[in-house]
């Protein structure tokens, strides 16, 4: 599961990935070469669609992500060569996408320098036609070579519409899971191209399609896609509707499920509904892969959890600021949670100013704008916190407000909005602070009992995803069927044996 | 309709709306023939190929009803011509030339939803403004409705009150009273809140009003014991909290644990 959900850090943040990934790849051992590896998915596929076991088909998905990274002209073309007979027209149409300019000149080297990957694994060649489900794999492997490379955006843009319509031709339920990845590779195409908002109108049409035909995976993907192209364009209200209007599938795989709760909480979190955005950055949180596998992923969702929280009135963990994938990412954030911390606002203000850029790349930064009232609110909860007593005025000074008038209009609501317990004195210009609450009351228990909620949850969810292999009983009731034969075996020889002494015993008897 | 006859009207509108003072009942009139005609030309909702200084023309006109409609007070007017608008707005923004009263509008909108305490869709329809978020403050008929809506949440009502005659387009203004109600509301309560008891005087002066008459009849539609003789205004405490163990829920919650308990073991 760790690998499928690469495809996270690579959509949202380049740049913070790329020297991680790279430093991982190198010291793995070189496992079978891309073109045998092809091939055994392509063999895997087959198996998939002939045995309605769609778990190979994912088992070769997983593989993708790394599989991406080592992708050329040459290794496919010899991957489309190992997978169809010479004679096939799939072959052919196949071996025209493939950029030819410098597969030319290697191909001739490598035949003869390295004749014996090709030889050695060898499949017995077959003449029938791999099924189609092959195809369109082959053709999103050449996609992601395609769209390595700027000058072949255009290419790649072309055989991604081909291919969906191929795919939608085909109408096969076997496809559904590389057809879901063949969606994100028609919006990663179109995101290249530069116009993401063309392809609302395609995805929209799929995606209804996708739900009536129940094919979960695809219409999972679908929906991400669509909730991202809304909101890479600011379009709350519309990605709003749609959240409405379709029910995300249950069974849809968890790198999914992450990415919507994400898109979820964006979406919540502009609605001004911090405490549900709360709880679908958890989800993401949860959902999503390692940090150190999709490291932008997580950042992402970490950046906005902790002004969510923020938001929210409580302080972020001071763990998550030293997490190793996160630190480097999250220093402006963590100099606003200092600032709201304290409560100052001109250092709130100087490190929102100092950040912005890196807020307003995040789209964090109108939501960190809103944050000014929380600051002013825990500076005025740590005063009243220290003073049982305290001027207008004083309160004005320490928290560089502009004037008395609005000291006690800002007060007036703080305690209207229960911040803070208290009365303001008018005519002798102070604010009396009231007696702190205790920490024990009927909320606490409110608290544990969400807890403990949340954990039964938690264990009811995991058993029922528990999965039994099909069959798996039968070869326990097998052992457990050969047990008692032996069993039985040892009881009769036992017997026998028995026998046979009893039967000895009285000739022993005799004997004595 | 031909389309000669739709320019003369269109012309027309355009005269009537900028004379000095405008017809409003005129406009009205003239807005209606105007829409009746943009329908027969499939420009009130474009669709397909259609001539851009078309529809720069119908942008305008229905530009000039949402002015219109504010300058009637009629909100739900408003409120259909902006979202008319919006297609010309987002969808139309690379093949026309930018409208020197989108923003106006747009900011007209942002106030009419903070009037409606429509926060929620406020910050939504921020978000999806076509502006880097750092430049917001730099627009003026945006950064004053940004304003507002920080000083109401942060409470500086006074700031709120005193920029209601700062206002960059006209139009605005029309917004302030219902703005005035709405933050009066907001002081009221908090008032209720904060303080104990109050005089008079300092009363009217933090609801921004102007005389004690005013105070009282506002004082008794939120039912404040008034004490003429002390000039004071008293507020009804609201009782202590009852902190009461609330054992039914507590019970079954606690049947509920035992329940999932025997579940697991």
Partial sequence: ?512 | MATTELATLYNQLKTTFTSQPADLKACGELLAKLKVGLIQHGLLVPQGDVDLSDLAVAREILEIGAFWSIRTRDIPSFDRYFSQLQTYYNDYSSALPPSPREYPIRGLNLIRLLTQNRIADFHTTLESLPLPADSLASNPYISHPINLERWLMEGSYSKVWNAREEAPAEEYKFFVDSLMGTIRNEIASCEEAAYNSLPIKDAATLLFFRSQQEVLKYAQERGWQVDLTGATITFAKKGEEKSEIPKDKLITVNLQYARELEMIV
């Fill in chain 1, 1 to 512: 599961m760790s690998d499928v959900t690469m495809k996270p850090a690579d959509e949202k943040k380049k740049e913070d990935t790329k020297p991680e990934e790279e430093k991982k790849e190198e010291p793995k051992k070189e496992p079978p070469t891309v073109p045998q590896e092809i091939r055994s998915n392509a063999l895997l596929i087959d198996r998939a669609v002939s045995t309605l076991e769609p778990r190979f088909t994912l088992r070769v998905l997983r593989t993708l992500a790394a599989l991406r990274k080592r992708l050329n002209s040459k290794v496919l073309a010899e991957a489309i060569e190992g997978v169809y007979p010479s004679s096939s027209q799939v072959r052919q149409s196949l071996m025209t996408w493939l950029p030819t300019r410098d597969s030319e000149a290697t191909m001739e080297i490598d035949t003869a320098t390295a004749p014996q990957p090709t030889s050695t694994p060898s499949p017995p060649r077959q003449n029938i036609e791999p099924v189609p489900e092959v195809e369109i794999y082959l053709r999103l492997l050449i996609v992601y070579h395609l769209l390595s490379d700027k000058s072949t955006y255009s290419k790649a843009m072309e055989l991604v519409q081909q291919t969906v319509q191929k795919m939608q031709a085909l109408n096969r339920r076997s496809m559904d899971p590389i057809a879901a990845k063949v969606w994100y590779a028609v919006e990663r195409a179109y995101e290249l191209t530069g116009d993401l908002a063309e392809a609302r109108p395609l995805f929209l049409a799929a995606q209804r399609t996708a739900s009536l035909r129940h094919d979960d995976e695809t219409q999972a993907s679908l929906i991400n896609r669509l909730l991202r192209n809304y909101l890479h364009y600011n379009l709350y209200d519309q990605a709003d509707k749609l959240v409405l209007k379709t029910t995300f599938p249950v069974s849809a795989g968890n790198p999914q499920h992450a990415r919507y709760h994400y898109f979820l909480g964006r979406i919540r979190a502009v609605q001004l509904n911090y405490s549900a955005a709360h709880a679908n950055l958890q989800q993401a949180i949860r959902r999503a892969p390692p940090a150190t596998t999709a490291p932008g992923f997580y950042q992402a969702v970490h950046k906005l959890s902790v002004v969510v929280e923020l938001l929210m009135g409580d302080i972020p963990d001071r763990g998550i600021f030293r997490h190793a994938v996160l630190e480097k990412a999250l220093t402006g954030y963590f100099e606003i949670v200092k600032a709201v911390r304290t409560g100052s606002l001109s250092q709130f203000q100087s490190t929102l100013s100092k950040h912005a850029a890196q807020f307003e790349a995040d789209k964090t930064y109108t939501l960190i704008v809103r944050l000014r009232q929380n600051v002013i609110k825990t500076g005025i909860r740590r005063l009243s916190l220290s003073y049982s007593r305290i001027s207008l005025r004083d309160i004005c000074v320490k928290l560089h407000l502009d004037s008395e008038e609005d000291a006690e209009y800002i007060v007036g609501k703080a305690i209207r909005d229960g911040v803070i317990d208290g009365h303001i004195s008018h005519e002798r210009g102070w604010l009396e602070c009231g007696a702190q609450k205790s920490g024990y009351g009927f909320e606490v228990s409110e608290v544990f009992m969400r807890r403990i909620q949340y954990c039964l949850e938690l264990h009811n969810e995991s058993v029922k995803a528990m999965r039994y292999p099909l069959n798996a009983h039968r070869k326990e009731l097998d052992a457990a069927e050969a047990a008692r034969q032996r069993e039985q075996e040892l009881l009769r020889q036992v017997g026998e044996d028995g026998g046979g002494s009893f039967d000895d015993e009285p000739g022993l008897g005799e004997g004595f």
